[in-house]
């Protein structure tokens, strides 16, 4: 069946320092969601691409959907205390939304 | 509008037990989807539901089902609590199958003992 990996599982970075995580699925994917689940709270959206190499921005976060719509990144610019949590690639093939094991992220201030 | 909302929020059971959990959808999303949460494990795909039928299921055993009333509110049900069950299941709520974004519910932490 569908498999969604995500790279890396966990990443302590100093307050303003880059972060990525890394999404590859086992087969090419209708579109990608991704989300941030904050400690102690529940996964909420960020945002949803669905062309082949698309790339969108949301002020420090900018996303990325492969050429060839099987992988995605997430990359934090100059992260900031606020940015802590576990960030979850979730892919769509048919009807099934299939979640990454998340990577968790935490900032050093 | 009211977010989803999951019931109850916290629940110990006992091995052997069984347990019904409950997830009200945003108003007008007529998919609901269920997730087990585990440290280490992501999140688990269990079932969609969407217009009173299940769409999907995940590799669970037969222990865990659910079903959808016709106002879209979903319950998932595990017999025979075993204590790898202890997670927190999420329940996401979404318009409709496809490309629609999923909205999840605070989740209920359930501790098998």
């Known amino acids: 069946g569908q498999q969604v990996m995500q790279i890396p599982q966990y990443q302590h970075v100093q307050e303003g320092e880059d972060f990525t995580t890394y999404c590859n699925s086992s087969t090419t994917l209708s579109n990608i969601q991704w989300y941030k689940q904050r400690p102690g709270g529940h996964p909420v959206f960020l945002i949803q691409?669905?062309?082949?190499?698309e790339v969108k921005k949301q002020k420090r976060l900018t996303f990325q959907f492969g050429e060839a719509k099987k992988n995605s990144s997430l990359h934090i610019t100059a992260t900031q205390t606020t940015d802590v949590g576990t960030y979850f690639c979730?892919?769509?093939?048919?009807?099934?939304?299939?979640f990454g094991a998340g990577t968790i992220l935490r900032v050093k201030s | 509008k009211a977010g989803v909302t999951q019931t109850p929020r916290y629940l110990i059971k006992t091995r052997g037990q069984q347990v019904t959990l409950s997830c009200s959808p945003i108003s007008g999303h007529r998919s609901v989807s269920w997730y087990q949460q585990t440290p280490g494990q992501g999140l688990q795909f269990l079932f969609e539901?969407?217009?009173?039928?299940?769409?999907n299921k995940g590799n669970f055993p037969g222990r865990f089902s659910g079903r959808q009333f016709s106002n879209s509110r979903s319950e998932m049900n595990v017999s025979t609590l075993e204590l790898g069950d202890s997670a927190l299941y999420l329940c996401a709520s979404s318009r409709g199958q496809g490309v629609t974004e999923a909205f999840f519910g605070q989740g209920t932490r359930l501790t098998v003992v």
């Open positions: 979730a892919g769509r093939g048919g009807n099934k939304l299939v």
């Open positions: 539901y969407f217009s009173e039928t299940q769409r």
């Open positions: 691409l669905v062309k082949s190499g």
